[in-house]
């Protein structure tokens, strides 16, 4: 894949420096804390006889999540307290996702390496595979939550007119009543985003494709309504797959998602013409759909 630059940048506003900045201090704090925290929980355990085990090393990790917990809670009420100048109602979003995305990378490192240190101690040996897959797959599970909360708030922000202006942002033209009865109107919403903010990083040709197979879609009549409403569904992963920062980019997410989604147009001409126009579009920024 190539890396493309233009374009696929988060717009760094003064708002947002300020916003990470200060998550990087609450996550500096936050850590400070932990010693004594974690002494307590360490005496509580040898108290009971238990200083040496399984149940200690877990609990000295529960501590350490609930750290990252906080630090994305404190991000969160940072953005929702802090009042958007008009350079970041398009960039906002981004700046959040990209703040969610580093704590929780962060925080992942730096978790692994301490249960493996704790294990390591008072266990000896490396930590289980299984034990550390579940440990990893929890971190992940939060940083999921925050990411869909993310979302959550932009479309918050949408409806009360705080994010971006109707100017801004790009409608797609769909049968709303169709939408409606396969509840596809938080999909298109989200498809929304996605085309608004490719079209404002100067990716039009990419967002007017994946605006116009989305269009498509939902007006072929011939499509059984639940390969339509997973069509739309796919064209929604695949739109923030493409929507990535270069070195953010999932290859393998990316391909599967396409692969998927090409099977299901390929029986229709209109739908398969449109996705030929998405692989061009895609190829001209540097990503390969099959």
């Known amino acids: 894949m190539a890396n493309v630059a233009s374009g696929w940048h988060t717009v760094t506003t003064l708002r947002s420096k300020l916003l990470n900045e200060r998550a990087k201090l609450v996550e500096l704090r936050s850590e400070s804390q932990e010693h004594p925290a974690l002494q307590v929980i360490q005496n509580g355990f040898q108290a009971k006889g238990q200083g040496r085990s399984?149940?200690?090393?877990?609990?000295?990790?529960?501590?350490?999540?609930?750290?990252?917990?906080?630090?994305?809670?404190?991000?969160?009420?940072?953005?929702?307290?802090?009042?958007?100048?008009?350079?970041?109602?398009?960039?906002?979003?981004?700046?959040?996702?990209?703040?969610?995305?580093?704590?929780?990378?962060?925080a992942k490192q730096r978790l692994l390496n301490a249960v493996e240190s704790d294990w390591h101690r008072d266990l000896g040996g490396h930590l289980p595979e299984n034990l550390r897959s579940r440990f990893e797959q929890d971190i992940d599970r939060i940083e999921q939550e925050y990411l869909a909360d993310a979302r959550l708030l932009r479309e918050e922000r949408r409806s009360t007119r705080i994010g971006p202006s109707v100017g801004t942002m790009i409608t797609i033209n769909v049968n709303q009543s169709q939408v409606a009865a396969l509840n596809l109107g938080q999909v298109i919403g989200n498809i929304e985003g996605t085309v608004s903010g490719l079209n404002a990083a100067g990716q039009r040709d990419l967002a007017e494709a994946i605006k116009t197979l989305t269009e498509t879609i939902t007006s072929t009549p011939s499509l059984?309504?639940?390969?339509?409403?997973?069509?739309?569904?796919?064209?929604?992963?695949?739109?923030?797959?493409?929507?990535?920062?270069?070195?953010?980019?999932?290859?393998?997410?990316?391909?599967?998602?396409?692969?998927?989604?090409?099977?299901?147009?390929?029986?229709?001409?209109?739908?398969?013409?449109?996705?030929?126009?998405?692989?061009?579009?895609?190829r001209s920024a540097g990503y390969e759909l099959p």
């Open 54 to 106: 399984e149940g200690l090393v877990e609990a000295c990790h529960e501590r350490r999540v609930s750290t990252m917990r906080d630090v994305l809670a404190e991000r969160f009420r940072l953005e929702r307290e802090q009042q958007l100048a008009p350079e970041d109602v398009t960039s906002w979003y981004d700046a959040l996702i990209e703040d969610i995305r580093q704590i929780a990378d962060r």
């Open 224 to 282: 059984p309504e639940a390969e339509k409403r997973e069509a739309v569904e796919l064209v929604s992963a695949l739109g923030e797959e493409l929507a990535r920062r270069p070195d953010q980019a999932r290859p393998g997410v990316l391909r599967t998602v396409a692969a998927r989604l090409g099977k299901i147009v390929s029986a229709i001409a209109t739908a398969q013409g449109a996705y030929e126009a998405l692989k061009l579009a895609a």
